[in-house]
């Protein structure tokens, strides 16, 4: 069982910067594929990144060059750094934790609203 918790969230301006952390609870973290996923309002969910346990990471192609996705095994953390922000960037996003490996999952957090707007 993982139990997920996003931070980070919020309001900024156009090309402006946030920083999402997702902090997870629970062994074998270190096995989980992590990802982040949006969604915004008459949306369906997105996947916007994701880091596999191996370290590989992959982005949606309309965050590709602007967001960042990390892993801290250590800490049981996975961040999602977002530069140069769009208003088309606003949605609830979700950290994910799933695995092929262990039964179970895949997990999600409660979601953490992102906002772009001047």
């Known amino acids: 069982q993982v139990q997920l918790v996003e931070s980070g969230g919020g309001l900024v301006q156009p090309g402006g910067s946030l920083r999402l952390s997702c902090a997870a609870s629970?062994?074998?973290?270190?096995?989980?594929?992590m990802g982040w996923y949006r969604q915004a309002p008459g949306k369906q969910r997105e996947l916007v990144a994701r880091?596999?346990?191996?370290?590989?990471?992959k982005y949606a192609d309309s965050v590709k060059g602007r967001f960042t996705i990390s892993r801290d095994n250590a800490k049981k953390m996975a961040d999602l750094q977002m530069n140069s922000l769009k208003p088309e960037d606003t949605a609830v996003y979700y950290c994910?934790?799933?695995?092929?490996?262990?039964?179970?999952?895949?997990?999600w957090g409660q979601g953490t609203q992102v906002t772009v707007s001047s």
């Open positions: 994910n934790a799933a695995s092929v490996v262990v039964n179970g999952g895949p997990y």
């Open positions: 629970g062994s074998l973290f270190s096995i989980y594929d």
């Open positions: 880091i596999f346990s191996g370290g590989s990471t």
